[in-house]
């Protein structure tokens, strides 16, 4: 995925400068690979995403949700679930 990606790429290069626009091989490829171009160009988004937001977190991160449930209750599903906030100043006295 990573060489057709490429591919587009400079093809994409290529035609932000002019060059090569009516070239039907290079129309033909951009064409069939162009949903792995956005693949990964998704991907180097998402990891730019995930760096910032380590950044803005820190290490220590975003504790999880504390979820719970009752497996035995009063209708055929069960009892009580809860989702619990941790991050949440009052999580003990708030569910979600």
Same mark, same amino acid.
């Given at each position: ?19 090569? &626009? ?7 490829? *951009? ?9 990964? &160009? ?27 449930? #009752? /497996?035995?209750?009063? /209708? ?7 989702? #619990?906030?941790?991050? *949440?100043?009052? *999580? ?5």
């Amino acid at each position: 995925m990573i060489w057709k990606a490429f591919a587009v790429e400079v093809i994409r290069q290529l035609w932000d400068q002019g060059l090569y &626009r009516q070239n039907k091989v290079l129309q033909q490829i *951009h064409s069939n690979w162009f949903n792995d171009w956005v693949e990964w &160009r998704a991907q180097q988004a998402m990891k730019d995403v995930d760096r910032q937001a380590k950044e803005f977190l820190g290490e220590s991160g975003v504790p999880d949700p504390v979820y719970s449930e #009752t /497996t035995e209750g009063e /209708t055929a599903l069960g009892g009580e679930m809860r989702l #619990t906030a941790p991050w *949440h100043e009052d *999580h003990d006295e708030r569910s979600l």
